[in-house]
């Protein structure tokens, strides 16, 4: 009789075994906490359907949004980290779960063509290169419906996505709240297109 391993209950060995092989992808010694999630999630319900959420790690926004009632299978979830994407096929099997990298997003093709109302982003912005963050958010934009909204937080002072990127995606950011309680401290942002003049 051979025993099968335990199921991973919490994510967080998958998540501090990812940061170690990845410190700068991962940039977070420990996941999110559940302040953070409730902050970066609550303007979302089941009528934002379908929703993309850019690395995931092990799921406490997933978690989030499915509470919020965001039905499983409208959810698409990009995350890079291979042992990520493993724990996330097994807990949402209904979910769309795409192993890449979030720079390729734009030319994704999701949900069958339907626009997305929101877009939840737990990659670590103030590490990448301005060329980087410009290609994720465009990517973000391309898939967002008409007053679709990003969503993502940092542990800066500031908004990290900078305003050169927002200008020239003729976007606009409003912090909307912090997570004080999580470790470290988190401010979130709303990140949507600019009214026409």
């Not at 209950?9 to 999630?37: C, D, K, M």
């Not at 807990?91 to 720079?103: F, K, N, Q, S, Y």
């Not at 976007?171 to 470790?183: D, E, P, T």
Request: glycine fraction near 10%.
């Amino acid at each position: 009789m051979s025993l099968s391993p335990p199921v991973e209950r919490s994510g967080n060995a998958t998540f501090f075994r990812e940061w170690l092989s990845n410190p700068l992808r991962v940039a977070s010694v420990a996941p999110s906490g559940r302040a953070l999630a409730e902050m970066m999630t609550r303007d979302i319900d089941a009528s934002s359907a379908p929703v993309i959420e850019l690395g995931p790690g092990t799921g406490i926004f997933t978690d989030a949004l499915l509470a919020h009632g965001v039905p499983e299978d409208r959810l698409a979830l990009i995350e890079k980290g291979t042992s990520f994407a493993v724990l996330l096929r097994r807990r949402h099997p209904l979910a769309t779960v795409l192993e890449m990298d979030a720079t390729r997003l734009g030319r994704a093709i999701l949900f069958g063509g339907d626009k997305a109302g929101a877009v939840i982003s737990g990659l670590p912005v103030l590490a990448m290169p301005p060329r980087v963050v410009m290609q994720i958010v465009h990517g973000c934009f391309v898939h967002l419906r008409e007053g679709g909204a990003m969503y993502q937080f940092t542990y800066g002072p500031s908004c990290p996505v900078k305003r050169q990127i927002l200008d020239r995606l003729n976007l606009q950011a409003k912090r909307v709240g912090g997570a004080f309680i999580n470790l470290p401290p988190a401010s979130v942002y709303r990140i949507t297109r600019r009214a026409p003049i």
